[in-house]
């Protein structure tokens, strides 16, 4: 019988000291209170009595609640870090693909760019037959108007 007592005597102090209990509390008296009684007894005070199972019960759920309330913290910042992750990896992805389409577009602006200087610069090649082919058009020209006049003096 000792050992029930000491057993009800710490449940029952851990459970008058436990903050969720003692906010739940809807009474105005600062003063706890507690006793045993043995079957038959009178109670000292309105009150309700608890058996040690019961009173071992509600720890046990409080205990219970405080971890379930644990885990589904930790399951939702499991959610949002994986979240957090996927978003990352996309967003460094796209990036990714980005940077390779601008080394695609710039590379072919270059060759562009190459390509009509090349243009640009050949021009020069063909200076000498433009020139050639002036004088010999411009010689043609002259001899067909000389010899065009002289048939109309002639007549």
Do not use: H
């Amino acid at each position: 019988m000792n050992l029930k007592k000491t057993i009800a005597i710490l449940i029952s102090v851990i459970f008058i000291s436990s903050p969720a209990i003692a906010n739940a509390q809807t009474t105005t008296s600062t003063s706890a209170k507690f006793t045993f009684l043995n079957e038959g007894d009178v109670a000292p005070f309105t009150g309700t009595l608890f058996s040690i199972e019961a009173t071992a019960k509600l720890l046990a759920e409080k205990e219970r609640s405080e971890q379930e309330c644990k885990l589904k913290v930790k399951y939702e910042m499991d959610i949002l870090q994986t979240k957090c992750t996927r978003d990352n990896d996309l967003l460094s992805s796209e990036l990714k693909i980005e940077k390779e389409k601008y080394k695609i577009i710039v590379s072919a602006q270059d060759e562009e760019i190459l390509r009509l200087q090349k243009i640009a610069t050949d021009v020069g090649d063909y200076d000498i037959l433009w020139f050639g082919g002036g004088i010999a058009v411009g010689m043609i020209t002259s001899i067909a108007i000389f010899f065009a006049a002289s048939e109309i003096v002639k007549r």
